[in-house]
């Protein structure tokens, strides 16, 4: 590709730049700005000559004048038609006859298809510039999608520092605090708090990235100072106090319940002892000499403690008894269906003894429960009875 030695001139494109060519008169060039494409005029100065002479007549010249003399060198119209003959290269499409023009050359003449029509550089000139319109209001016309995705993109990223500056605010909460950590955290969330406002009314994603910029500043200075891990430290250390303080209440509530425990089974074994005594004794004095009280003082202690460890581990029975208490052999167990499982818990209990057992059945049917279960208690590991 060689470069034309004719002299620069100054074109301007339909959006108004101005840009410089040295291209030969009759071709299309593009804007160096915005790519428009623009003609060279046909009659351009070819030679430095030339266009100092364009340059002087068109300062010396006024606009006025030369528009009057183009006005002037028109032929003028007589009423008739006033067609010259065209080049040799305009033709007739249609049957091949040469056009003739009209002197502004804006209509051509068939005269044997006695046809008027535009030139074919005007219709195209026209189509152009239709094209051009068409071009200008696609580029015109909003994309609402494009728009509705910024829209949703920022609002996305003011969530999630929205939502960064909310954890930032968890991490700095005062609760527990106290002295300099309390007012460090203080200041710093005064400070990441004021960003909320701005994150939300922010509206372009180069001013949230500013926005950004300054929440990161002060996290680092929170962070590089050590207010974040006198923070950390001084709430670890509450919690490791708070853990204490409930595992010695866990302590002192099993110390009292172990206390209350032993002086229950103290009041048990005071109580049982001297009441079997004095109730074997009476009937010994009615049946026997009183001598055999002493005899029979051992085994009824005996006997006396086995049955208190029974009602211990088993219970006693709910049922009155004349002479003394008795344990509990049989727990009856009201149920609401037939199949029922030890693990549910809609029930209702009784505990008897073997005289019982048929006053403790007509108890839970009286409670309203349909079925009921029977369980032997009697011993440790003793098998469960269903009772139909």
Same mark, same amino acid.
């Given at each position: 590709?060689?470069?034309?030695?004719?002299? !620069?001139?100054?074109?301007?494109?339909?959006?108004?730049?101005?840009?410089?060519? @040295?291209?030969?008169?009759?071709?299309?060039?593009?804007?160096?700005?915005?790519? $428009?494409?623009?003609?060279?005029?046909?009659? %351009?100065?070819?030679?430095?000559?030339?266009?100092?002479?364009?340059?002087?007549?068109?300062?010396?010249?006024?606009?006025?004048?030369?528009?009057?003399?183009?006005?002037?060198? !028109?032929?003028? @119209?007589?009423?008739?038609?006033?067609?010259?003959?065209?080049?040799?290269?305009?033709?007739? +499409?249609?049957?091949?006859?040469?056009?003739?023009?009209?002197?502004?050359?804006?209509?051509?003449?068939?005269? *044997?298809? +006695?046809?008027?029509?535009?030139?074919?550089?005007?219709?195209?000139?026209?189509?152009? +510039?239709?094209?051009?319109?068409?071009?200008?209001?696609?580029?015109?016309?909003?994309?609402?999608?494009?728009?509705?995705? $910024?829209?949703?993109?920022?609002?996305?990223?003011?969530?999630?520092?929205?939502?960064?500056?909310?954890?930032?605010?968890?991490?700095?909460?005062?609760?527990?605090?106290?002295?300099?950590? !309390?007012?460090? =955290?203080?200041?710093?969330?005064?400070?990441?708090?004021?960003?909320?406002?701005?994150? %939300?009314?922010?509206?372009?994603?180069?001013?949230?990235?500013?926005?950004? &910029?300054?929440?990161?500043?002060?996290?680092?200075?929170?962070?590089?100072?050590?207010?974040?891990?006198?923070? $950390?430290?001084? @709430?670890?250390?509450?919690?490791?106090?708070?853990?204490?303080?409930?595992?010695?209440?866990?302590?002192?509530?099993?110390?009292?319940?172990?206390? %209350?425990?032993?002086?229950?089974?103290? &009041?048990?074994? !005071?109580?049982?002892?001297?009441?079997?005594?004095? #109730?074997?004794?009476?009937?010994?004095?009615?049946? #026997?000499?009183?001598?055999?009280?002493?005899?029979? &003082? #051992?085994?009824?202690?005996?006997?006396?403690? @086995?049955?208190?460890?029974?009602?211990?581990?088993?219970?006693?029975?709910?049922? /009155?008894?004349?002479?003394?208490?008795? $344990? =509990?052999?049989?727990?009856?167990?009201?149920?609401?269906?037939?199949?029922?499982?030890?693990?549910?818990?809609?029930?209702?209990?009784?505990?008897?003894?073997?005289?019982?057992?048929? *006053?403790?059945?007509?108890?839970?049917?009286?409670?309203?429960? /349909?079925?009921?279960?029977?369980?032997?208690?009697? %011993?440790?590991?003793?098998?469960?009875?269903?009772?139909?």
């Amino acid at each position: 590709m060689t470069i034309s030695n004719l002299p !620069e001139i100054t074109l301007t494109c339909r959006d108004g730049h101005l840009f410089t060519t @040295r291209a030969k008169g009759g071709i299309t060039v593009q804007c160096k700005t915005c790519g $428009a494409p623009k003609r060279v005029p046909v009659n %351009r100065p070819r030679t430095a000559r030339e266009m100092s002479a364009a340059t002087a007549r068109r300062e010396d010249q006024d606009p006025a004048d030369e528009m009057a003399a183009r006005w002037a060198a !028109e032929p003028a @119209r007589d009423g008739g038609s006033q067609l010259r003959t065209g080049r040799d290269s305009d033709t007739c +499409q249609e049957c091949g006859t040469g056009l003739l023009w009209e002197p502004g050359r804006t209509v051509v003449y068939c005269p *044997d298809c +006695q046809t008027a029509t535009l030139p074919a550089a005007v219709t195209g000139h026209y189509e152009r +510039q239709a094209h051009r319109s068409a071009e200008v209001a696609v580029r015109a016309a909003p994309d609402r999608s494009a728009e509705r995705a $910024a829209r949703v993109r920022l609002r996305a990223i003011a969530q999630r520092m929205a939502d960064h500056v909310n954890g930032w605010l968890d991490t700095l909460d005062t609760d527990g605090l106290s002295g300099n950590a !309390e007012r460090a =955290a203080l200041d710093y969330r005064a400070e990441l708090t004021a960003h909320l406002p701005e994150i %939300r009314d922010a509206e372009s994603e180069a001013e949230l990235a500013a926005i950004a &910029a300054d929440i990161t500043e002060v996290t680092d200075r929170a962070v590089s100072s050590g207010a974040v891990a006198a923070i $950390a430290e001084q @709430r670890e250390a509450a919690e490791r106090a708070e853990q204490w303080r409930e595992r010695e209440r866990q302590a002192a509530a099993q110390a009292q319940r172990d206390q %209350r425990d032993q002086e229950r089974q103290a &009041a048990l074994a !005071e109580r049982a002892a001297p009441r079997v005594i004095q #109730g074997h004794a009476e009937q010994l004095a009615i049946t #026997g000499p009183a001598s055999n009280l002493v005899t029979m &003082a #051992g085994p009824l202690l005996k006997m006396a403690g @086995r049955r208190e460890a029974r009602i211990e581990r088993n219970g006693r029975c709910e049922f /009155p008894h004349t002479l003394m208490r008795a $344990a =509990a052999t049989r727990q009856v167990t009201g149920t609401r269906s037939a199949y029922w499982d030890e693990h549910e818990t809609d029930v209702g209990a009784v505990r008897c003894c073997d005289q019982h057992q048929a *006053d403790a059945i007509t108890y839970i049917a009286n409670l309203g429960w /349909p079925y009921y279960i029977a369980h032997d208690i009697s %011993r440790p590991g003793a098998p469960r009875v269903l009772v139909q």
